[in-house]
């Protein structure tokens, strides 16, 4: 039997970065995965989405592009180029994992760990070979899988979700997603675009109901404008197979049935934590979530969870820093975890990030909400692109001209989040962000705007 200090059960981006934090810090580390390195994000959902969505906004430009003063004429779609691209770009990152695992002296063992109160982690290969493993510490971060709701007839019925949606190599003609969360959204966005009929059926009242009203609405106008259509208030019955179609039956929020039949029928929503690794803990949980506290530690002193199998947002990269602080306080570090840091984005068309407190959140804790919202068509960045939709909304309070939070819609609003988390990270002020200097032209000037007008010094408002 070996013993590392930290054993770490999970190869995604909870748990990779958590071993590479903890080579970091001179622990010894061995590291427990039995499908490919990098998880679900790398392999099966982060990025090959994100790659397939960057060809699809390819596409949208050169549809688009008359209203650039460029004709193109005769273009068409290679799905299957497509898919190989994608391809390239999973192997090449995932090797870029396999290599920092050997540049930080990380043990990898191939196989399904299983956690003991001991803090010994039994790896069973895929012949059945056990290799014990002893660990000062283990971190759990074994993800999760996509959630399959228990609609009659579903499992008799052929039916992708986000893990299996790239195993077919052919565009549908019509397709039909259960499920308008952050995933949907980003599967009708990339699919609308390569040309398929896309449904959306979703059974809250809105698109992305855990984000800001205002972006999803937006959202909602700029799919169905695209020719999206939209079914809210609408839950799924029963699903049958009908030749080579999927058929399910529907019910709105009155009552009303009615049946829809589709070339692909895929399943979004949401995401079950796979927890076997942790059954002879008797963890205290969280729902169907691990419980942990700040510091990802776990009812068992020794053992941290992290990732998705914690619940939250259940995003990457908040993966990534609930791994590192699990590793960090495993060698010794007193850190915790503060979740209003982590950026929410949604890779549609147009995107949204936000960060920090939603309005309603910061209207539910204080009596002094400031809101200042700026529309992106004001924007001379924004009209060179010719974009005019969007918009950024900052979230303040009167009292101190503190930041609690802001949310951006439009083009790129994912690689421009990282400066408002910075402001509420830092305990910004509106008056402190109104005297940065911003480029011109740029999307991020609107933001100089928005904090402008909430320390009373409005520029071109």
Not at 47 to 71: D, M, W
Not at 101 to 107: L, V
Request: aromatic letters at 6%; proline letters at 4%; hydrophobic letters at 40%.
């Amino acid at each position: 039997m070996e013993t590392f200090d930290q054993v770490i059960v999970g190869g995604g981006p909870a748990g990779y970065v958590a071993a590479l934090r903890a080579s970091g810090l001179g622990q010894s580390t061995a590291l427990v995965e039995d499908r490919e390195l990098g998880g679900t994000c790398l392999n099966r959902g982060c990025i090959p989405s994100k790659t397939l969505l960057q060809n699809a906004e390819a596409v949208n430009y050169v549809r688009n592009a008359s209203k650039y003063g460029i004709q193109v004429e005769g273009f068409y779609l290679r799905y299957k180029d497509m898919l190989e691209r994608k391809d390239r770009v999973i192997r090449q990152l995932r090797q870029g994992v396999e290599s920092l695992m050997k540049k930080g002296h990380i043990e990898v063992f191939a196989g399904r760990g299983k956690v003991h109160p001991n803090k010994e982690v039994t790896v069973t290969s895929k012949d059945g070979e056990e290799t014990v493993l002893a660990g000062r510490a283990v971190i759990i971060a074994s993800g999760s899988v996509p959630t399959v709701p228990p609609i009659p007839g579903l499992e008799e019925t052929g039916y992708y979700t986000s893990d299996t949606i790239y195993e077919r190599h052919s565009l549908p003609e019509t397709m039909t997603i259960v499920g308008g969360g952050f995933i949907g959204s980003e599967y009708a966005c990339l699919y609308q675009s390569l040309g398929v009929q896309v449904t959306i059926v979703e059974s809250a009242g809105r698109l992305v109901p855990q984000e800001d009203e205002d972006a999803a609405k937006m959202l909602a106008g700029a799919l169905e404008e695209s020719g999206v259509a939209i079914l809210t208030s609408t839950t799924v019955t029963s699903a049958k197979q009908q030749g080579e179609k999927a058929v399910i039956d529907m019910q709105n929020a009155s009552g009303s049935h009615q049946q829809l039949t589709t070339d692909l029928l895929l399943i979004s929503t949401g995401r079950t934590p796979v927890i076997a690794a942790a059954e002879d803990l008797q963890l205290r949980m969280n729902g169907r979530f691990v419980a942990v506290d700040g510091s990802m530690q776990t009812s068992v002193p020794g053992i941290y969870a992290a990732g998705d199998i914690v619940g939250g947002w259940q995003l990457a990269h908040a993966a990534s820093a609930e791994g590192i602080i699990a590793a960090e306080h495993a060698a010794g570090a007193a850190l915790s975890m503060d979740l209003s840091l982590v950026p929410r984005c949604v890779y549609t068309f147009p995107e949204i990030a936000s960060v920090g407190l939603s309005e309603q959140e910061a209207k539910q804790m204080y009596s002094d909400v400031q809101i200042k919202t700026v529309p992106l068509r004001g924007n001379a960045k924004a009209m060179t692109m010719g974009e005019s939709r969007g918009f950024i909304k900052v979230i303040s309070r009167e009292m101190f001209g503190e930041i609690l939070g802001v949310v951006m819609a439009g083009p790129h609003v994912t690689e421009m989040i990282g400066e408002s988390a910075a402001y509420i990270h830092l305990e910004g002020t509106t008056e402190e962000w109104s005297s940065q200097i911003h480029a011109h032209p740029s999307l991020s000037e609107m933001l100089f705007e928005g904090a402008s007008a909430l320390s009373g010094r409005p520029v071109h408002q």
